[in-house]
Protein backbone atom coordinates (compact mmCIF):
# COMPACT_ATOMS: atom_id res chain seq x y z
CA UNK A 1 0.00 0.00 0.00
CA UNK A 2 1.51 3.92 -0.95
CA UNK A 3 1.90 5.75 2.06
CA UNK A 4 1.62 9.58 1.67
CA UNK A 5 5.74 9.30 1.97
CA UNK A 6 5.96 7.08 -0.70
CA UNK A 7 3.34 9.21 -2.60
CA UNK A 8 5.73 11.65 -2.36
CA UNK A 9 8.99 10.11 -3.64
CA UNK A 10 6.71 9.28 -7.00
CA UNK A 11 6.92 12.92 -7.73
CA UNK A 12 10.89 13.18 -7.08
CA UNK A 13 11.10 10.45 -9.27
CA UNK A 14 8.50 11.73 -12.16
CA UNK A 15 6.18 8.99 -11.81
CA UNK A 16 3.26 9.62 -12.52
CA UNK A 17 -0.06 8.48 -9.77
CA UNK A 18 -2.95 6.77 -10.98
CA UNK A 19 -6.05 7.56 -8.81
CA UNK A 20 -9.69 6.48 -9.46
CA UNK A 21 -12.88 6.72 -7.72
CA UNK A 22 -14.71 3.78 -6.24
CA UNK A 23 -17.26 3.21 -4.18
CA UNK A 24 -18.35 -0.33 -3.46
CA UNK A 25 -16.85 -3.67 -2.94
CA UNK A 26 -16.82 -5.06 -6.36
CA UNK A 27 -15.35 -2.59 -8.00
CA UNK A 28 -12.88 -1.66 -5.45
CA UNK A 29 -11.37 -5.05 -5.99
CA UNK A 30 -11.42 -4.46 -9.37
CA UNK A 31 -9.43 -1.24 -9.30
CA UNK A 32 -7.33 -3.18 -7.01
CA UNK A 33 -6.37 -5.88 -9.21
CA UNK A 34 -5.59 -3.39 -11.91
CA UNK A 35 -3.00 -1.75 -9.88
CA UNK A 36 -4.27 1.48 -9.18
CA UNK A 37 -2.33 3.79 -6.63
CA UNK A 38 -5.05 5.18 -5.33
CA UNK A 39 -8.90 4.60 -4.61
CA UNK A 40 -10.65 8.19 -3.80
CA UNK A 41 -14.01 7.40 -2.42
CA UNK A 42 -15.47 11.03 -3.97
CA UNK A 43 -18.99 12.22 -2.73
CA UNK A 44 -19.53 12.11 -5.96
CA UNK A 45 -21.09 8.74 -5.00
CA UNK A 46 -24.26 11.12 -4.31
CA UNK A 47 -24.72 11.70 -8.17
CA UNK A 48 -22.87 8.05 -9.57
CA UNK A 49 -24.37 5.94 -6.78
CA UNK A 50 -27.27 7.57 -5.18
CA UNK A 51 -28.87 9.39 -8.09
CA UNK A 52 -29.14 13.09 -6.01
CA UNK A 53 -28.23 16.44 -7.74
CA UNK A 54 -25.60 17.84 -5.54
CA UNK A 55 -22.49 16.06 -4.13
CA UNK A 56 -23.43 18.52 -1.34
CA UNK A 57 -26.25 15.86 -0.64
CA UNK A 58 -24.46 13.04 0.66
CA UNK A 59 -23.67 12.97 4.34
CA UNK A 60 -21.46 11.52 7.12
CA UNK A 61 -23.61 8.43 8.00
CA UNK A 62 -23.41 7.55 3.71
CA UNK A 63 -20.30 8.16 2.99
CA UNK A 64 -19.37 5.65 5.77
CA UNK A 65 -21.27 2.68 4.13
CA UNK A 66 -19.13 3.27 1.07
CA UNK A 67 -15.85 3.87 2.62
CA UNK A 68 -15.62 0.64 4.32
CA UNK A 69 -17.02 -1.14 1.28
CA UNK A 70 -14.14 -0.01 -0.42
CA UNK A 71 -11.81 -0.63 2.00
CA UNK A 72 -12.52 -4.13 2.39
CA UNK A 73 -12.48 -4.27 -1.13
CA UNK A 74 -9.33 -2.69 -1.31
CA UNK A 75 -7.32 -4.18 1.61
CA UNK A 76 -4.01 -3.24 -0.09
CA UNK A 77 -4.57 -0.22 -1.93
CA UNK A 78 -4.44 3.41 -0.50
CA UNK A 79 -8.02 4.75 -0.20
CA UNK A 80 -8.76 8.63 0.01
CA UNK A 81 -11.86 9.29 1.96
CA UNK A 82 -13.81 12.18 0.78
CA UNK A 83 -15.16 14.83 3.36
CA UNK A 84 -18.65 15.55 2.50
CA UNK A 85 -20.38 18.97 2.34
CA UNK A 86 -20.38 20.41 6.46
CA UNK A 87 -18.38 17.58 7.65
CA UNK A 88 -14.93 20.17 7.98
CA UNK A 89 -17.00 22.62 9.32
CA UNK A 90 -14.96 23.28 11.86
CA UNK A 91 -11.11 21.28 13.02
CA UNK A 92 -13.14 19.27 15.71
CA UNK A 93 -15.84 18.07 13.61
CA UNK A 94 -13.85 17.46 10.75
CA UNK A 95 -11.26 15.46 13.13
CA UNK A 96 -14.13 13.21 14.42
CA UNK A 97 -15.07 12.79 11.38
CA UNK A 98 -11.95 11.80 9.55
CA UNK A 99 -11.04 10.03 12.66
CA UNK A 100 -14.31 7.56 11.54
CA UNK A 101 -12.74 6.95 7.98
CA UNK A 102 -9.42 6.26 9.31
CA UNK A 103 -10.92 3.69 11.82
CA UNK A 104 -12.52 1.75 8.90
CA UNK A 105 -9.41 1.63 7.16
CA UNK A 106 -8.64 4.89 4.82
CA UNK A 107 -4.83 5.55 4.03
CA UNK A 108 -5.99 9.52 4.36
CA UNK A 109 -9.08 12.42 3.87
CA UNK A 110 -9.89 14.85 0.95
CA UNK A 111 -11.29 17.97 1.69
CA UNK A 112 -12.37 20.47 -0.56
CA UNK A 113 -10.70 24.41 -0.35
CA UNK A 114 -9.44 26.03 2.99
CA UNK A 115 -12.10 25.20 5.87
CA UNK A 116 -10.62 27.48 8.48
CA UNK A 117 -7.95 26.02 10.87
CA UNK A 118 -9.58 22.50 9.88
CA UNK A 119 -6.02 21.60 7.95
CA UNK A 120 -3.72 22.03 10.19
CA UNK A 121 -5.32 20.95 12.72
CA UNK A 122 -6.04 17.72 10.75
CA UNK A 123 -2.50 17.23 9.88
CA UNK A 124 -0.86 18.21 13.65
CA UNK A 125 -3.59 14.90 14.42
CA UNK A 126 -1.57 12.75 12.19
CA UNK A 127 -4.35 13.01 9.63
CA UNK A 128 -3.06 12.60 5.94
CA UNK A 129 -4.89 15.23 3.59
CA UNK A 130 -5.41 16.08 0.33
CA UNK A 131 -6.29 19.09 -0.58
CA UNK A 132 -8.96 20.39 -3.72
CA UNK A 133 -8.34 23.19 -5.53
CA UNK A 134 -10.18 24.32 -8.66
CA UNK A 135 -13.51 24.00 -9.01
CA UNK A 136 -15.16 22.80 -5.92
CA UNK A 137 -17.93 21.00 -6.58
CA UNK A 138 -19.89 21.19 -2.87
CA UNK A 139 -19.75 24.58 -3.09
CA UNK A 140 -19.45 25.78 -7.14
CA UNK A 141 -22.10 27.81 -8.48
CA UNK A 142 -21.59 26.78 -11.77
CA UNK A 143 -19.04 24.20 -13.47
CA UNK A 144 -17.41 25.99 -15.71
CA UNK A 145 -13.50 25.99 -15.85
CA UNK A 146 -12.15 27.95 -12.98
CA UNK A 147 -8.78 29.99 -12.91
CA UNK A 148 -9.00 31.52 -16.18
CA UNK A 149 -9.20 35.50 -15.35
CA UNK A 150 -5.78 36.82 -13.64
CA UNK A 151 -7.30 37.14 -10.19
CA UNK A 152 -8.68 33.70 -10.27
CA UNK A 153 -5.56 32.30 -11.02
CA UNK A 154 -3.88 33.69 -8.23
CA UNK A 155 -6.64 32.95 -5.93
CA UNK A 156 -5.85 28.96 -6.72
CA UNK A 157 -2.66 29.79 -6.08
CA UNK A 158 -2.43 31.42 -3.04
CA UNK A 159 -4.67 28.30 -1.65
CA UNK A 160 -2.56 25.48 -3.40
CA UNK A 161 0.62 27.61 -1.89
CA UNK A 162 -1.37 27.87 1.96
CA UNK A 163 -2.29 24.09 1.73
CA UNK A 164 0.88 22.91 1.06
CA UNK A 165 2.53 24.88 3.62
CA UNK A 166 -0.22 23.27 5.89
CA UNK A 167 1.33 20.14 5.37
CA UNK A 168 -0.56 18.35 2.59
CA UNK A 169 0.84 15.48 1.22
CA UNK A 170 -1.55 15.74 -2.09
CA UNK A 171 -3.85 18.04 -3.50
CA UNK A 172 -6.70 17.57 -6.38
CA UNK A 173 -6.70 20.29 -8.96
CA UNK A 174 -9.69 19.83 -10.83
CA UNK A 175 -11.18 22.18 -13.92
CA UNK A 176 -8.46 24.51 -13.83
CA UNK A 177 -6.52 25.43 -17.05
CA UNK A 178 -3.43 23.41 -18.09
CA UNK A 179 -0.73 26.49 -17.52
CA UNK A 180 -2.41 26.68 -14.06
CA UNK A 181 -1.88 23.53 -13.51
CA UNK A 182 1.73 22.97 -14.23
CA UNK A 183 2.72 26.75 -12.84
CA UNK A 184 0.81 25.02 -9.34
CA UNK A 185 2.75 21.71 -9.80
CA UNK A 186 6.06 23.51 -9.90
CA UNK A 187 5.61 25.43 -7.05
CA UNK A 188 4.79 23.12 -4.01
CA UNK A 189 5.89 20.23 -2.22
CA UNK A 190 2.68 18.50 -2.27
CA UNK A 191 1.64 15.60 -5.18
CA UNK A 192 -0.95 17.35 -7.49
CA UNK A 193 -3.74 15.26 -9.21
CA UNK A 194 -5.24 16.67 -11.66
CA UNK A 195 -8.81 16.05 -12.82
CA UNK A 196 -9.26 18.50 -16.24
CA UNK A 197 -5.90 20.22 -14.83
CA UNK A 198 -4.00 19.20 -17.74
CA UNK A 199 -1.33 17.08 -18.50
CA UNK A 200 1.50 17.68 -16.19
CA UNK A 201 0.13 17.40 -12.71
CA UNK A 202 2.17 14.71 -11.20
CA UNK A 203 -1.01 12.62 -11.11
CA UNK A 204 -4.66 12.36 -12.90
CA UNK A 205 -8.30 11.34 -10.97
CA UNK A 206 -11.13 9.98 -12.74
CA UNK A 207 -14.68 9.22 -11.96
CA UNK A 208 -14.93 5.53 -12.26
CA UNK A 209 -18.14 6.23 -14.11
CA UNK A 210 -16.93 8.54 -16.67
CA UNK A 211 -13.76 6.43 -17.20
CA UNK A 212 -15.73 3.19 -17.16
CA UNK A 213 -18.73 4.06 -19.43
CA UNK A 214 -21.10 3.41 -16.84
CA UNK A 215 -23.77 6.66 -17.13
CA UNK A 216 -26.18 7.36 -20.12
CA UNK A 217 -24.98 11.24 -19.37
CA UNK A 218 -22.04 13.11 -21.18
CA UNK A 219 -18.74 13.23 -19.51
CA UNK A 220 -17.04 16.18 -19.14
CA UNK A 221 -15.00 17.05 -21.68
CA UNK A 222 -11.79 16.16 -19.72
CA UNK A 223 -13.12 13.08 -19.20
CA UNK A 224 -12.17 10.15 -21.27
CA UNK A 225 -14.16 7.21 -21.48
CA UNK A 226 -11.92 3.85 -21.80
CA UNK A 227 -14.53 1.20 -22.16
CA UNK A 228 -18.80 1.40 -22.49
CA UNK A 229 -19.55 -0.58 -19.39
CA UNK A 230 -23.16 0.49 -20.08
CA UNK A 231 -23.11 -1.03 -22.93
CA UNK A 232 -22.04 -4.24 -21.92
CA UNK A 233 -24.03 -4.28 -18.86
CA UNK A 234 -27.25 -4.12 -20.94
CA UNK A 235 -25.94 -6.92 -23.25
CA UNK A 236 -25.18 -9.15 -20.52
CA UNK A 237 -29.02 -8.34 -18.61
CA UNK A 238 -30.43 -8.72 -22.24
CA UNK A 239 -28.80 -12.37 -22.30
CA UNK A 240 -30.01 -12.94 -18.83
CA UNK A 241 -33.57 -12.43 -20.07
CA UNK A 242 -33.81 -14.61 -23.15
CA UNK A 243 -32.32 -17.31 -21.14
CA UNK A 244 -34.99 -16.89 -18.77
CA UNK A 245 -37.56 -16.67 -21.51
CA UNK A 246 -36.18 -19.59 -23.48
CA UNK A 247 -36.09 -21.91 -21.05
CA UNK A 248 -38.65 -24.94 -21.54
CA UNK A 249 -40.96 -25.36 -18.98
O1 LIG B 1 -15.89 13.36 -5.46
C1 LIG B 1 -15.08 13.14 -6.37
O2 LIG B 1 -15.18 12.17 -7.13
C2 LIG B 1 -13.99 14.09 -6.54
C3 LIG B 1 -13.19 13.98 -7.80
C4 LIG B 1 -13.90 14.65 -8.90
C5 LIG B 1 -11.81 14.49 -7.63
O3 LIG B 1 -13.79 14.94 -5.73
Known amino acids: MLSPIDIKNRKLKGEKVSMITAYDYAFAQMAEAAGVDQILVGDSLANTMLGYKKTSDVGMNEMLVFVAAVCRGAPNTHVVADM ?8 QTAYDNARRFMDL ?6 LEG ?11 HGIPVCAHHGLLPQTAENFKQKGRTEEEAASIIKAAKFTDDLGCFEMVLEHIPEELGKRITGMVNAVTIGIGGGKFTDG ?6 DALGMHLGKNPPFAPKFVDMFALGVEGFRKYIENVKSAAK
Do not use: N, W
Not at 84 to 91: T, V
Not at 114 to 124: H, Q, Y
Not at 204 to 209: A, G, I
Open 105 to 110: GASSIK
Open 114 to 124: TPEGVIEFLCG
Open 204 to 209: QVLVMH
Open 84 to 91: PYLSDRDP
